[in-house]
């Protein structure tokens, strides 16, 4: 297993129109993020699964933001009309319970999809 | 709301000197503060872990405290390289719940 991966790494798409990416975690990871880096911030969380259930989701998910994990192995986050705002990193990490606390509270991180809007 | 603040938004350190960088929040003490590396372009990448009831952790050139008395982590690379060079970020959360960073630390060593 090499980490956590994501599809597509960049995405141009036009004001209004609709994105999906896809973040596939490393194996038996039972918990999986979303955030979003704009230039010059740190990352922002957006949402957050423990395998299918999404437990938490941040007030910078809008309405036009859905995030899925069907079978709680990949995720899928889709950004319906897009706006130019949306324009940002999209990173996905994953994590896992383990008896050793350092691993287990560690996010290890995809290489994010760069997403910009027209 | 939890806040986490690094102060430096750029550092450039000599190369074989030792960076030190600062990571301070506000308001109740985090149950952990982790410190990730992140180059251009890429995802962030953890470098370690330190707990409110440690005081230090270790990691070869890597050293990080924990202070809850000045609500404030410091960071230090020493011996420090040009492969050094990268954004870092400090990042606090409470258990198996999200991250909350900070802003970064652009850290340039120059040869």
Known sequence: DTGVSQDPRHKITKRGQNVTFRCDPISEHNRLYWYRQTLGQGPEFLTYFQNEAQLEKSRLLSDRFSAERPKGSFSTLEIQRTEQGDSAMYLCASSRRMRDITDRETQYFGPGTRLLVL | ?111
């Open chain 2, 1 to 111: 709301s939890q806040k986490i603040e690094q102060n430096s938004e750029a550092l450039n350190i000599q190369e074989g000197k030792t960076a030190t960088l600062t990571c301070n929040y506000t308001n109740y003490s985090p149950a952990y503060l982790q410190w990730y590396r992140q180059d251009p372009g890429r995802g962030p990448v953890f470098l370690l872990l330190i707990r409110e009831n440690e005081k230090e952790k270790r990691k070869e050139r890597l050293k990080v405290t924990f202070d809850t008395t000045l609500k404030q982590s410091l960071f230090h690379i020493t011996a420090s390289q040009p492969a050094d060079s990268a954004t870092y970020l400090c990042a606090r959360h409470f258990g198996n719940e999200k991250l909350t960073f900070g802003t970064g630390t652009r850290l340039t060593i120059i040869p």
